[in-house]
């Protein structure tokens, strides 16, 4: 049973977003090695992710027509 609810949780926090900046961090992780010689820059605070997320979520023209 608690399983189940650990999944249910799981899936509200994905489908919510809630868990939005540790996909990122786990995304970085697996794209942005530096061992390949790239300058890579750190991965983002989670005030700057979130702060940019929602620039992106709410900035520009949003209309259908």
């Known amino acids: 049973m608690l399983n189940k609810i650990k999944t249910f949780w799981r ?9 939005a900046y ?3 961090l ?4 697996l ?4 061992d390949n010689g790239d ?3 750190p991965p ?3 005030a ?3 702060r940019q997320w ?10 259908c027509c």
């Not at 899936?11 to 868990?19: F, N, P, Q």
């Not at 929602?54 to 209309?63: A, F, H, P, T, Y």
């Open 48 to 50: 700057d992710f979130f």
């Open 11 to 19: 899936l509200v926090r994905r489908l919510s977003g809630d868990d």
């Open 22 to 24: 540790e996909q990122y």
């Open 31 to 34: 794209h942005h090695q530096t």
């Open 44 to 46: 983002l605070s989670k």
């Open 26 to 29: 786990k995304r970085y992780a």
């Open 39 to 41: 300058d890579c820059q």
């Open 54 to 63: 929602q620039d992106e979520k709410w900035n520009g023209i949003k209309r």
